[in-house]
Protein backbone atom coordinates (compact mmCIF):
# COMPACT_ATOMS: atom_id res chain seq x y z
CA UNK A 1 0.00 0.00 0.00
CA UNK A 2 0.97 3.49 -0.99
CA UNK A 3 0.20 4.89 2.55
CA UNK A 4 2.46 2.05 4.63
CA UNK A 5 5.32 2.58 2.63
CA UNK A 6 4.59 6.15 2.89
CA UNK A 7 4.91 5.49 7.20
CA UNK A 8 7.33 2.95 7.06
CA UNK A 9 9.60 5.66 5.27
CA UNK A 10 8.78 8.52 7.45
CA UNK A 11 9.85 6.30 10.84
CA UNK A 12 13.01 5.44 9.56
CA UNK A 13 14.13 8.60 8.27
CA UNK A 14 12.92 10.03 11.85
CA UNK A 15 14.61 6.97 13.61
CA UNK A 16 18.12 7.77 11.96
CA UNK A 17 17.84 11.28 12.74
CA UNK A 18 17.41 10.73 16.31
CA UNK A 19 20.53 7.67 16.49
CA UNK A 20 22.51 10.37 14.83
CA UNK A 21 21.70 12.97 17.10
CA UNK A 22 22.80 10.56 19.88
CA UNK A 23 25.72 9.71 18.49
CA UNK A 24 26.91 12.92 17.96
CA UNK A 25 26.16 14.00 21.45
CA UNK A 26 27.98 10.70 22.68
CA UNK A 27 31.41 12.33 20.47
CA UNK A 28 31.51 15.72 21.84
CA UNK A 29 30.43 14.79 25.77
CA UNK A 30 31.03 11.68 26.36
CA UNK A 31 30.48 12.40 30.14
CA UNK A 32 26.72 12.97 29.20
CA UNK A 33 26.17 9.59 27.45
CA UNK A 34 23.17 8.79 29.53
CA UNK A 35 21.88 12.13 28.46
CA UNK A 36 22.11 11.52 24.83
CA UNK A 37 20.88 7.94 25.18
CA UNK A 38 17.94 8.75 27.05
CA UNK A 39 17.48 11.97 24.33
CA UNK A 40 17.48 9.58 21.34
CA UNK A 41 15.26 7.22 22.78
CA UNK A 42 12.55 10.44 23.21
CA UNK A 43 13.34 11.35 19.68
CA UNK A 44 12.76 7.96 18.55
CA UNK A 45 8.96 8.15 20.32
CA UNK A 46 8.91 11.84 19.08
CA UNK A 47 9.29 10.53 15.33
CA UNK A 48 7.36 7.71 16.03
CA UNK A 49 4.32 9.96 17.14
CA UNK A 50 5.20 12.56 14.25
CA UNK A 51 5.16 9.88 11.26
CA UNK A 52 1.17 9.08 11.35
CA UNK A 53 0.63 13.03 11.46
CA UNK A 54 2.46 12.79 8.55
CA UNK A 55 0.90 10.09 7.04
CA UNK A 56 -2.15 11.51 7.35
CA UNK A 57 -1.36 14.61 5.40
CA UNK A 58 -0.44 12.53 2.36
CA UNK A 59 -3.36 10.30 2.48
CA UNK A 60 -5.71 13.59 1.98
CA UNK A 61 -9.75 12.86 0.97
CA UNK A 62 -9.77 11.00 -2.12
CA UNK A 63 -13.27 13.39 -3.00
CA UNK A 64 -11.52 16.92 -2.57
CA UNK A 65 -10.32 17.14 -6.02
CA UNK A 66 -14.32 16.95 -6.86
CA UNK A 67 -14.54 20.45 -4.95
CA UNK A 68 -13.91 21.81 -7.78
CA UNK A 69 -16.14 22.57 -10.89
CA UNK A 70 -17.02 19.87 -12.77
CA UNK A 71 -16.79 22.36 -15.91
CA UNK A 72 -14.09 23.80 -17.34
CA UNK A 73 -13.62 27.84 -16.08
CA UNK A 74 -14.15 28.91 -19.78
CA UNK A 75 -17.41 26.55 -20.18
CA UNK A 76 -19.69 29.86 -20.82
CA UNK A 77 -16.82 31.78 -23.10
CA UNK A 78 -16.93 27.96 -24.72
CA UNK A 79 -20.88 28.04 -25.66
CA UNK A 80 -20.83 32.09 -25.75
CA UNK A 81 -18.17 31.76 -29.08
CA UNK A 82 -17.10 34.86 -29.81
CA UNK A 83 -20.60 36.88 -29.39
CA UNK A 84 -20.13 39.37 -26.21
CA UNK A 85 -24.29 39.60 -26.00
CA UNK A 86 -24.48 36.02 -25.71
CA UNK A 87 -22.06 35.42 -23.03
CA UNK A 88 -23.24 38.23 -20.95
CA UNK A 89 -26.92 36.21 -21.41
CA UNK A 90 -24.45 33.05 -20.26
CA UNK A 91 -23.11 34.38 -17.41
CA UNK A 92 -26.39 34.22 -15.86
CA UNK A 93 -26.15 31.01 -14.93
CA UNK A 94 -23.66 29.25 -12.69
CA UNK A 95 -23.24 25.69 -14.58
CA UNK A 96 -24.68 23.99 -17.74
CA UNK A 97 -26.57 22.55 -15.61
CA UNK A 98 -28.34 25.43 -15.28
CA UNK A 99 -28.56 26.25 -18.51
CA UNK A 100 -30.51 22.50 -18.81
CA UNK A 101 -32.88 23.30 -16.32
CA UNK A 102 -34.15 26.39 -18.19
CA UNK A 103 -34.34 24.44 -21.40
CA UNK A 104 -36.06 22.19 -19.59
CA UNK A 105 -38.75 24.21 -18.53
CA UNK A 106 -39.44 26.09 -21.55
CA UNK A 107 -39.85 22.33 -23.33
CA UNK A 108 -42.50 21.61 -20.88
CA UNK A 109 -44.35 24.94 -21.38
CA UNK A 110 -44.46 24.93 -24.87
CA UNK A 111 -45.93 21.04 -24.58
CA UNK A 112 -48.32 22.38 -22.52
CA UNK A 113 -49.63 25.18 -25.10
CA UNK A 114 -48.20 27.86 -22.30
CA UNK A 115 -45.85 29.18 -25.03
CA UNK A 116 -46.29 28.82 -28.67
CA UNK A 117 -44.07 28.29 -31.20
CA UNK A 118 -44.04 31.09 -34.00
CA UNK A 119 -45.64 30.35 -37.58
CA UNK A 120 -43.12 30.15 -40.37
CA UNK A 121 -43.01 33.37 -42.25
CA UNK A 122 -45.00 32.58 -46.03
CA UNK A 123 -46.10 29.16 -44.47
CA UNK A 124 -48.07 27.45 -46.96
CA UNK A 125 -51.78 26.38 -46.44
CA UNK A 126 -51.02 23.13 -44.56
CA UNK A 127 -48.34 24.01 -42.58
CA UNK A 128 -50.74 26.79 -41.33
CA UNK A 129 -53.56 24.15 -40.68
CA UNK A 130 -50.84 21.75 -38.53
CA UNK A 131 -49.43 24.74 -36.84
CA UNK A 132 -53.10 26.37 -35.79
CA UNK A 133 -53.71 22.37 -34.60
CA UNK A 134 -50.22 22.03 -32.88
CA UNK A 135 -51.49 25.35 -30.31
CA UNK A 136 -55.10 24.62 -29.72
CA UNK A 137 -56.87 26.89 -32.61
CA UNK A 138 -60.10 25.80 -34.20
CA UNK A 139 -59.73 25.11 -38.07
CA UNK A 140 -62.43 27.70 -38.77
CA UNK A 141 -63.97 30.32 -37.29
CA UNK A 142 -67.25 29.24 -36.13
CA UNK A 143 -66.06 26.16 -34.25
CA UNK A 144 -64.83 28.31 -31.56
CA UNK A 145 -66.39 27.47 -28.32
CA UNK A 146 -68.60 29.74 -27.22
CA UNK A 147 -70.70 27.74 -24.91
CA UNK A 148 -72.44 29.88 -21.70
CA UNK A 149 -72.19 33.22 -23.39
CA UNK A 150 -75.54 34.74 -24.02
CA UNK A 151 -75.40 36.52 -27.46
CA UNK A 152 -78.38 38.30 -28.94
CA UNK A 153 -79.97 38.62 -32.18
CA UNK A 154 -78.58 41.78 -33.29
CA UNK A 155 -75.23 41.06 -31.57
CA UNK A 156 -74.99 37.77 -34.01
CA UNK A 157 -73.22 39.74 -37.19
CA UNK A 158 -70.65 41.58 -35.07
CA UNK A 159 -69.45 38.26 -33.00
CA UNK A 160 -69.57 36.62 -36.11
CA UNK A 161 -67.46 39.16 -38.18
CA UNK A 162 -65.34 39.38 -34.40
CA UNK A 163 -64.65 35.56 -35.07
CA UNK A 164 -63.41 35.89 -38.61
CA UNK A 165 -60.51 38.48 -37.81
CA UNK A 166 -59.90 36.61 -34.28
CA UNK A 167 -58.88 33.49 -36.62
CA UNK A 168 -57.30 35.19 -39.43
CA UNK A 169 -55.02 36.44 -36.59
CA UNK A 170 -54.66 33.21 -34.74
CA UNK A 171 -56.38 33.77 -31.65
CA UNK A 172 -56.47 30.79 -28.99
CA UNK A 173 -60.00 30.17 -27.56
CA UNK A 174 -59.53 31.27 -24.69
CA UNK A 175 -58.68 35.13 -25.73
CA UNK A 176 -61.82 34.66 -28.34
CA UNK A 177 -63.54 33.71 -25.35
CA UNK A 178 -61.95 36.91 -23.16
CA UNK A 179 -62.69 39.43 -25.88
CA UNK A 180 -66.80 38.24 -26.61
CA UNK A 181 -67.20 38.13 -22.55
CA UNK A 182 -65.75 42.06 -22.25
CA UNK A 183 -68.08 42.55 -25.25
CA UNK A 184 -71.01 42.00 -23.66
CA UNK A 185 -70.10 42.92 -20.55
CA UNK A 186 -69.80 46.42 -21.90
CA UNK A 187 -72.97 46.15 -23.82
CA UNK A 188 -74.93 45.58 -20.87
CA UNK A 189 -73.19 48.29 -18.96
CA UNK A 190 -74.12 50.62 -22.09
CA UNK A 191 -77.76 49.10 -21.92
CA UNK A 192 -78.44 49.79 -18.26
CA UNK A 193 -76.25 53.34 -18.58
CA UNK A 194 -78.75 54.41 -21.71
CA UNK A 195 -81.85 53.45 -19.41
CA UNK A 196 -81.13 54.95 -16.47
CA UNK A 197 -80.94 58.08 -19.15
CA UNK A 198 -84.04 57.46 -20.82
CA UNK A 199 -85.86 57.82 -17.18
CA UNK A 200 -84.20 60.70 -16.37
CA UNK A 201 -85.04 62.36 -19.93
CA UNK A 202 -88.35 61.55 -19.69
CA UNK A 203 -89.21 63.07 -16.22
CA UNK A 204 -87.45 66.27 -16.96
CA UNK A 205 -89.76 66.85 -20.39
CA UNK A 206 -92.50 65.80 -18.15
CA UNK A 207 -91.76 68.76 -15.92
CA UNK A 208 -91.27 70.65 -18.41
CA UNK A 209 -94.34 70.29 -20.14
CA UNK A 210 -96.19 70.52 -17.49
CA UNK A 211 -95.13 73.65 -15.99
CA UNK A 212 -95.58 74.90 -19.70
CA UNK A 213 -99.00 73.53 -20.68
CA UNK A 214 -100.81 73.39 -17.07
CA UNK A 215 -104.44 71.99 -17.25
CA UNK A 216 -103.60 71.47 -20.96
CA UNK A 217 -101.08 69.06 -20.48
CA UNK A 218 -103.68 65.88 -20.44
CA UNK A 219 -105.13 67.26 -23.54
CA UNK A 220 -102.13 67.92 -25.44
CA UNK A 221 -100.92 64.48 -24.70
CA UNK A 222 -104.27 62.77 -26.10
CA UNK A 223 -103.65 65.04 -29.24
CA UNK A 224 -100.15 63.45 -29.61
CA UNK A 225 -101.04 60.26 -29.12
CA UNK A 226 -104.51 60.03 -30.54
CA UNK A 227 -104.37 62.32 -33.42
CA UNK A 228 -100.68 62.06 -34.46
CA UNK A 229 -99.46 58.96 -33.88
CA UNK A 230 -102.52 57.23 -34.56
CA UNK A 231 -102.58 58.14 -38.13
CA UNK A 232 -99.33 55.84 -38.57
CA UNK A 233 -99.97 51.82 -39.52
CA UNK A 234 -99.01 50.24 -36.17
CA UNK A 235 -95.86 49.03 -37.46
CA UNK A 236 -94.67 52.78 -38.44
CA UNK A 237 -96.24 53.97 -35.26
CA UNK A 238 -93.90 51.69 -33.18
CA UNK A 239 -90.81 53.36 -35.23
CA UNK A 240 -91.87 57.01 -34.62
CA UNK A 241 -91.78 55.66 -30.43
CA UNK A 242 -88.82 54.10 -30.90
CA UNK A 243 -86.75 56.48 -32.56
CA UNK A 244 -83.56 58.36 -31.13
CA UNK A 245 -82.03 61.54 -31.80
CA UNK A 246 -78.42 61.84 -32.77
CA UNK A 247 -77.85 62.25 -29.28
CA UNK A 248 -79.56 59.12 -28.36
CA UNK A 249 -82.38 60.75 -26.59
CA UNK A 250 -85.79 58.74 -27.46
CA UNK A 251 -87.57 61.54 -30.21
CA UNK A 252 -90.48 61.22 -27.01
CA UNK A 253 -88.58 62.57 -24.46
CA UNK A 254 -87.43 65.69 -26.35
CA UNK A 255 -89.49 68.64 -25.35
CA UNK A 256 -89.55 70.13 -28.44
CA UNK A 257 -90.67 67.55 -30.87
CA UNK A 258 -93.34 66.50 -28.35
CA UNK A 259 -93.63 70.31 -28.89
CA UNK A 260 -94.12 69.94 -32.52
CA UNK A 261 -95.87 66.88 -32.98
CA UNK A 262 -98.67 68.56 -30.71
CA UNK A 263 -98.72 71.51 -33.07
CA UNK A 264 -99.33 68.71 -36.04
CA UNK A 265 -101.92 67.48 -33.84
CA UNK A 266 -103.72 70.81 -33.07
CA UNK A 267 -103.93 71.97 -37.00
CA UNK A 268 -105.34 68.29 -37.93
CA UNK A 269 -108.16 68.63 -34.90
CA UNK A 270 -108.38 72.02 -34.05
CA UNK A 271 -111.19 70.69 -31.37
CA UNK A 272 -108.57 68.98 -29.46
CA UNK A 273 -111.59 66.02 -29.11
CA UNK A 274 -109.36 62.98 -29.72
CA UNK A 275 -110.25 59.80 -30.89
CA UNK A 276 -109.11 57.31 -28.33
CA UNK A 277 -109.05 54.40 -30.60
CA UNK A 278 -108.10 54.41 -34.41
CA UNK A 279 -111.55 54.62 -36.79
CA UNK A 280 -113.75 54.97 -33.60
CA UNK A 281 -116.74 57.78 -33.88
CA UNK A 282 -115.40 61.18 -32.70
CA UNK A 283 -118.72 62.25 -31.00
CA UNK A 284 -119.49 58.83 -29.49
CA UNK A 285 -115.73 59.05 -27.80
CA UNK A 286 -115.66 62.16 -26.51
CA UNK A 287 -118.81 61.65 -24.93
CA UNK A 288 -117.87 58.45 -23.51
CA UNK A 289 -114.79 60.24 -21.79
CA UNK A 290 -117.00 63.23 -20.43
CA UNK A 291 -119.49 60.49 -19.06
CA UNK A 292 -116.25 59.38 -17.62
CA UNK A 293 -114.93 62.47 -15.80
CA UNK A 294 -118.93 62.64 -14.35
CA UNK A 295 -118.79 59.53 -13.06
CA UNK A 296 -115.54 60.41 -11.06
CA UNK A 297 -117.02 63.91 -9.87
CA UNK A 298 -119.98 61.86 -8.65
CA UNK A 299 -118.45 58.77 -6.82
CA UNK A 300 -114.91 60.62 -6.31
CA UNK A 301 -115.08 64.20 -6.00
CA UNK A 302 -111.91 64.81 -3.54
CA UNK A 303 -109.91 63.49 -7.00
CA UNK A 304 -111.37 65.53 -9.14
CA UNK A 305 -110.78 68.79 -7.46
CA UNK A 306 -107.31 67.89 -7.08
CA UNK A 307 -106.48 67.10 -10.66
CA UNK A 308 -107.03 70.16 -12.88
CA UNK A 309 -106.10 68.74 -15.67
CA UNK A 310 -109.10 66.65 -15.35
CA UNK A 311 -110.99 69.42 -14.56
CA UNK A 312 -109.72 71.51 -17.53
CA UNK A 313 -110.17 68.78 -20.19
CA UNK A 314 -114.16 68.23 -18.89
CA UNK A 315 -114.17 71.63 -19.64
CA UNK A 316 -113.52 71.46 -23.27
CA UNK A 317 -115.28 68.10 -23.58
CA UNK A 318 -118.61 69.78 -22.43
CA UNK A 319 -117.66 73.02 -25.13
CA UNK A 320 -116.76 70.48 -27.67
CA UNK A 321 -120.27 68.20 -27.12
CA UNK A 322 -122.31 71.56 -26.76
CA UNK A 323 -120.92 73.10 -29.87
CA UNK A 324 -122.07 69.65 -32.02
CA UNK A 325 -125.76 69.48 -30.24
CA UNK A 326 -124.81 66.64 -28.45
CA UNK A 327 -125.15 67.68 -24.43
CA UNK A 328 -128.02 70.24 -23.40
CA UNK A 329 -127.11 73.64 -21.51
CA UNK A 330 -127.55 71.48 -18.01
CA UNK A 331 -124.68 68.96 -19.31
CA UNK A 332 -126.80 66.20 -20.15
CA UNK A 333 -126.72 64.10 -23.09
CA UNK A 334 -129.09 64.59 -26.22
CA UNK A 335 -130.51 62.05 -27.08
CA UNK A 336 -131.95 62.23 -30.66
CA UNK A 337 -134.88 60.11 -32.16
CA UNK A 338 -134.45 57.94 -35.21
CA UNK A 339 -136.51 58.60 -37.64
CA UNK A 340 -139.31 56.09 -39.03
CA UNK A 341 -138.12 54.81 -42.19
Known sequence: MVSDDKTTAATTAATNDATAAATTAATTDKGTAANATTAAAASTTAATTAAPAAATTLTADPDAAKTKSEWPDDWQSRMAGADDKELKQISRYASPADVWKKARELEKRMSSGEVRTALPKDAKPEEVAAWRKDNGIPEAPDKYDLTGIAITESDKPIISDFLKRAHDSNMTPAQARTAIEAYGAQRVSEQQQRAAKDVEQQQQALDEL????????????????????????????SLVQEARLPDGTFLLNSVDAVRGLVALGMELNPAGIVVP????????????????????????????????????????????????????????EIVRKRKAA
Open 210 to 237: NKEWGGNYRRNINILTGTVLSKFPESVR
Open 277 to 332: AVGGDLGKSAMDEYKGIQKTMRENRTAYNKDAGMQARFIELADYLSKNELIDGQGN
